[in-house]
């Protein structure tokens, strides 16, 4: 596989939220690309396959925000 593709529910209430898992996502190595959406509550994140879905969810959960669910390529994951 060449690359994961990771999908969280991420409670954001305004554009300094999404603004502040931006920037960790853009922080974290591996990461190929990734998108923040505060209107529908999510960050779809694409990352090189060495990158695990634990890495990301703990980078997201250290700027405060409460994660509600996630998924790894497609699969549910416990948050």
Avoid: W
Wanted: one cysteine or more; charged letters at 20%.
């Amino acid at each position: 596989m060449s690359e994961h593709q990771y999908k969280f529910n991420v409670a954001m209430s305004c554009g300094g939220c999404s603004g502040a898992v931006e920037r960790v996502l853009k922080k974290l190595d591996g990461v190929k690309s990734f998108d923040v959406s505060l209107d529908s509550q999510s960050a779809l994140v694409t990352t090189e396959p060495s990158v695990s879905y634990e890495t990301v969810l703990a980078t997201i959960k250290k700027t405060g925000k409460t994660v509600n669910s996630g998924e790894a390529d497609g699969q549910a994951m416990s948050v």
